[in-house]
């Protein structure tokens, strides 16, 4: 049995609470947040207890630390659990900062301890079985990636000026889901980026519609298109084309009911938002972190993923302000 504390009581850490304590293989053992009544709230939820961060890693019966704080703060956390002797996984991204992911890198190395990244879609099972239908070349060789992630609406501009900007703290998701069905890297980043659903995230210095393209060594194309706002709800969906046919996992709806008439043919919208969306797959993602740990096996998400996924975030900021493509390894060093 793991004993975990939850570091952080927002609303993502909510999610992960539910995770924590209905798998079999974990135990929510105590929660902390900055703001001591959050910590309270969900502690009092779960029948667990609220302490402090501080109290929490220094610990010795918590075998485990989910990180679920606001970014700012992961670098540090992630040093100071795995110093501690602690498993982890932490929300992503891994930092605002690709500079200082990186020496949370070579510090975790130093640790030895596991350190997951949350990139929960790898474990949305629609994207899951499209990877493993191309890895099993149902589709031949795999020759264009296109991955839509619009939100329904954007968040508040105070949210935005602490997010790190869309390449960092949306689309890290997508270049996280190009990379796994992708199986590697690319060479090249190209953005084109603008903010035209709402002029108050352009003038705190972010954008609001993107669109990336990822050239691979082998020849392969990837397609990233981002959007803050798509009216008919959350928009996710990834297509794949390969020498052999398309692969394509569809947005899930509200309902499966299709209404036609001589007017035509309707149906639901996709699912409001990512709680709703990708629900599944945050269990799943527990589940598999957990699994990993105490038979001692790799992890599925590693932290070098999460620094891969930011280095692209960091390629596509530049190249979205000089309007060129960027070589990644330029970037990731
Ligand atoms: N994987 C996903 O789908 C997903 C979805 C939403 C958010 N996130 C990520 O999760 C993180 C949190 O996002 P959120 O939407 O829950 O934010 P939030 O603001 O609702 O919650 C963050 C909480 O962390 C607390 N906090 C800040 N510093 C702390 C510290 N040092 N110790 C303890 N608590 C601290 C804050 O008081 C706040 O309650 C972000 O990094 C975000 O990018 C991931």
Same mark, same amino acid.
């Given at each position: 049995?793991?004993?975990?504390? =939850?570091?952080?009581?927002?609303? $993502? ?24 009544? &959050? ?42 659990? /795995? ?13 605002? !900062? ?11 190395? !130093? ?11 790898? %474990?949305?099972? &629609? ?5 493993? #239908? ?9 020759? $264009?990636?296109?991955?839509?992630? %619009? ?11 602490? !997010? ?7 689309? $890290? ?26 002029? #108050? ?7 609001? /519609? ?16 981002? !959007? ?37 043919? /309707? ?5 409001? %938002?990512? =709680? ?26 590693? =932290?070098?993923?999460?620094?891969? #996924? ?10 979205? *302000?000089?309007? *060129?493509?960027? #070589? =990644? ?5």
């Amino acid at each position: 049995m793991l004993n975990v504390g =939850l570091l952080g009581a927002g609303r $993502i850490a909510g999610v992960h609470a539910t995770a924590i304590s209905t798998n079999p293989g974990s135990r929510l053992a105590a929660v902390s947040d900055f703001i001591p009544e &959050n910590a309270q709230r969900l502690a009092e939820k779960y029948q667990t207890t609220a302490r402090t961060t501080d109290e929490i890693i220094a610990d010795p019966s918590i075998d485990a630390v989910l990180i679920a704080t606001s970014t700012d703060t992961h670098s540090d956390l992630i040093e100071r659990a /795995t110093a501690a002797g602690k498993a982890v996984l932490c929300e992503k991204p891994v930092d605002l !900062s690709l500079a200082r992911a990186k020496a949370c890198q070579v510090a975790v190395a !130093s640790s030895g301890k596991p350190v997951m990244i949350g990139f929960n879609r790898r %474990f949305d099972p &629609n994207f899951a079985g499209l990877k493993a #239908a191309a890895d099993r070349g149902e589709i031949g060789k795999t020759e $264009i990636l296109s991955i839509t992630s %619009f939100d329904p609406a954007p968040p508040p501009v105070a949210y935005i000026k602490i !997010s790190g900007g869309i390449f960092r703290d949306m689309m $890290i998701h997508d270049f996280d889901m190009a990379n796994f069905l992708m199986s590697s890297v690319p060479v090249t980043v190209s953005a084109a980026a603008s903010s035209i659903v709402d002029p #108050a995230i352009g003038a705190a210095g972010d954008f609001d /519609t993107a669109v990336v393209t990822l050239t691979y060594a082998d020849g392969r194309i990837a397609v990233i298109k981002n !959007s803050r706002r798509a009216v008919y709800g959350y928009d996710q969906r990834v297509e794949m084309l390969g020498s052999e046919g398309l692969l394509q996992a569809q947005n899930m709806l509200e309902s499966t009911v299709v209404k036609s008439t001589t007017a035509g043919v /309707t149906s639901a919208k996709p699912t409001y %938002f990512f =709680l709703e969306r990708y629900m599944p797959s945050y269990a799943a993602e527990w589940a598999a972190f957990v699994q990993a740990v105490t038979l001692g096996k790799p992890l599925p998400v590693t =932290l070098a993923d999460g620094v891969a #996924a930011l280095a692209m975030a960091e390629a596509a900021t530049l190249s979205a *302000k000089s309007g *060129k493509p960027v #070589a =990644l390894a330029g970037v990731a060093g």
